[in-house]
T-cell receptor, first 111, second 113 residues
Framework: QKEVEQNSGPLSVPEGAIASLNCTYSDRGSQSFFWYRQYSGKSPELIMF????GDKEDGRFTAQLNKASQYVSLLIRDSQPSDSATYLCAVNLGTGNQFYFGTGTSLTVIP | KAGVTQTPRYLIKTRGQQVTLSCSPISGHRSVSWYQQTPGQGLQFLFEYFSETQRNKGNFPGRFSGRQFSNSRSEMNVSTLELGDSALYLC????????????FGDGTRLSIL
């Protein structure tokens, strides 16, 4: 069964802190991993994606992938109140293009 | 580059009616996926179309159907609407190769009275 699991939260961090969001997946065949941010009442928007083990940095965001342990994480440095949103993790097996989404982690950054 | 366009943005229907939602993907994207999102349920995958063929399908009843046209635009139809069909319906497009991200439209919010 292909599942993506996230801690639903809510996760609260003070402004300026590092927010750490985690995601585990069940299918070892998963090839591509994506993080989306969704503000209340809006559609998901892509933050970043990662394919290889290790870290990938984009501005204040860092995605970390560990295929052996089947987890992917997103770190948000210098968290801002505008980062308050639900963060969705998605994986793709690389064949057939079906994306599997977690239920999301709600993040609140406290000023 | 224009994003994914979904129409209409809002719909109000009554039980038993049917509805058709439209999605125009990003230019060059051949894959269109549809999702239903309700509070507490997350994104539920409906189906994916690629080059006018349904390539993947989620666990929804046959009342939910879709199609894709030669220009990659896609429509989703829901027949015999039920109260539980009230949701945000999201369309996402991608190149369809599995290694490229999906990009979402703003969604159609469907309310069933």
């Amino acid at each position: 069964q292909k599942e993506v699991e996230q801690n639903s939260g809510p996760l609260s961090v003070p402004e300026g802190a590092i927010a750490s969001l985690n995601c585990t997946y069940s299918d070892r065949g998963s090839q591509s991993f994506f993080w989306y941010r969704q503000y209340s009442g809006k559609s998901p928007e892509l933050i970043m994606f990662i394919y290889s083990n290790g870290d990938k940095e984009d501005g204040r965001f860092t995605a970390q992938l560990n295929k052996a342990s089947q987890y992917v994480s997103l770190l948000i440095r210098d968290s801002q109140p505008s980062d308050s949103a639900t963060y969705l993790c998605a994986v793709n097996l690389g064949t057939g293009n079906q994306f599997y989404f977690g239920t999301g982690t709600s993040l609140t950054v406290i000023p | 580059k224009a994003g994914v366009t979904q129409t209409p943005r809002y719909l109000i229907k009554t039980r038993g009616q049917q509805v058709t939602l439209s999605c125009s993907p990003i230019s060059g994207h051949r894959s269109v996926s549809w999702y239903q999102q309700t509070p507490g349920q997350g994104l539920q995958f409906l189906f994916e179309y690629f080059s006018e063929t349904q390539r993947n399908k989620g666990n929804f009843p046959g009342r939910f159907s879709g199609r894709q046209f030669s220009n990659s635009r896609s429509e989703m139809n829901v027949s015999t609407l039920e109260l539980g069909d009230s949701a945000l319906y999201l369309c996402a497009s991608s190149h369809g190769t599995g290694d490229q991200p999906q990009h979402f439209g703003d969604g159609t919010r469907l309310s069933i009275l």
